[in-house]
């Protein structure tokens, strides 16, 4: 059983920055691959961002530049953090496994942009 808690969200400008963690406890490894995935009222889920074993990452290109996730593996924690955020990045982020080998997802973090 794995658990996923996700903290960060929050109201931000345009622009802003800000920082997610996503924290796992559990049958997990921390070197286990994680993603960040991301969904607005409407659309389906999106997965912006990966890290793998050994720490190589991915974006979407929606994100690509301008966000950046990175990992504590001694905390067994990953972090996706924000740069230049624009309105279109409104929506409630989650952390999991890559897909096709989902756990329980958590409660997600709300990330608001607006001015």
């Known amino acids: 059983q794995v658990q996923l808690v996700e903290s960060g969200g929050g109201l931000v400008q345009p622009g802003g920055p800000l920082r997610l963690s996503c924290a796992a406890s559990?049958?997990?490894?921390?070197?286990?691959?994680r993603g960040w995935y991301r969904q607005a009222p409407g659309k389906r889920r999106e997965l912006v961002a990966i890290i793998i074993r050994g720490g190589s990452t991915n974006y979407a290109d929606s994100v690509k530049g301008r966000f950046t996730i990175s990992r504590d593996n001694a905390n067994n924690t990953v972090y996706l953090k924000r740069n230049s955020q624009k309105p279109e990045d409104t929506a409630v982020y989650c952390c999991?496994?890559?897909?096709?080998?989902?756990?329980?997802w958590g409660q997600g973090t709300q990330v608001t942009v607006s001015s």
């Open positions: 999991n496994s890559l897909p096709g080998s989902w756990w329980s």
């Open positions: 559990g049958s997990i490894l921390s070197t286990n691959a």
